[in-house]
C-alpha cells in the first residue's frame, strides 16, 4: 500500500473534480463540506458561489475566520479496490475577496459552471503546507 509523494498527491488532487473542505467549529467538532477547486501553484482556491444555500453567512467561512488551519481531500473510489486512492492538502486558509479575479479565471478553465456564471465570491484560498496521500498500487 504506497504512500503517496507530494508531487503525486497534488497532481492527483489537482486533477481531481471534488475535494472536501474541512474546518473546525468553535467547539473543537470537524465539519466537511464538498467543493469544487482550483490548484495554482502551493495555493488551493475556492470560490463561493450562487449555487442555493440557505444564507451567505456560510459557517465554513466563520470557521476558518477563527480556525485558519483546514484540510482538503480528494479521493477516487472504484469496486475494483486496486484503482483506490486519496490526495490531502493541509494548509492556512483566507477569506479573500482580492483574489476573486484569479479564482474566476482559474475555475472557469476547470468547470463550465463557473465559466457560464462567474462566482460571485468571497474566495477560500488555503496555503498548502504539505501533501499527502494513498494509493492501492
Not at 25 to 42: I, M, Y
Not at 51 to 80: C, F, N
Request: glycine content about 4%; hydrophobic content about 45%; overall charge neutral.
Amino acid at each position: 500500500m504506497p504512500t503517496l509523494g507530494p508531487d503525486d498527491a497534488r497532481a492527483r488532487f489537482a486533477a481531481a473534480r471534488v475535494a472536501r473542505l474541512g474546518t473546525v467549529t468553535p467547539a473543537g467538532a470537524p465539519h466537511l463540506v464538498p467543493v469544487v477547486f482550483a490548484v495554482v501553484d502551493t495555493r488551493v482556491l475556492v470560490a463561493i458561489d450562487q449555487k442555493p444555500k440557505r444564507t451567505r453567512d456560510l459557517a465554513r467561512l466563520r470557521h476558518i475566520e477563527a480556525t485558519p488551519a483546514v484540510s482538503l481531500l480528494a479521493d477516487e473510489y472504484s469496486d475494483d479496490w486496486s484503482t483506490l486512492w486519496w490526495a490531502r492538502a493541509d494548509g492556512i486558509a483566507t477569506v479573500r475577496r482580492d483574489v476573486l479575479d484569479e479564482a474566476r479565471s482559474a475555475l472557469a478553465a476547470r468547470y463550465a459552471q463557473h465559466a457560464a456564471d462567474p462566482p460571485e465570491g468571497p474566495v477560500i484560498e488555503v496555503v498548502v503546507s504539505r501533501w499527502s496521500g494513498w494509493s492501492a498500487s
